[in-house]
């Protein structure tokens, strides 16, 4: 955290301030049918957060660092 900065303050600057703010018109939203991807080559496909799928050498790997004993 930068000098003279409090994490009150910073949060209150990001919650409150106009700069900060992404349209969800400005994200580009791509619907990808997982089931029938051919990928040639190594291919990356990011879901949400941390979830994303990779497909290499024909074989899927899911990838979520939140899954746990309960998952």
Do not use: Q
């Not at 919650?15 to 029938?36: A, G, Q, Y």
């Amino acid at each position: 955290m930068l000098e003279g900065i409090s994490m009150t303050g910073m949060m209150k600057e990001f919650i409150f301030s106009k700069t900060n703010k992404v349209s969800l018109n400005e994200i580009p939203i791509v619907k990808t049918d997982i089931k029938n991807i051919s990928a040639s080559s190594p291919t990356i496909i990011w879901f949400i957060h941390s979830n994303y799928l990779l497909i290499i050498n024909g074989k899927k790997i899911l990838v979520d660092p939140v899954f746990s004993g309960n998952a």
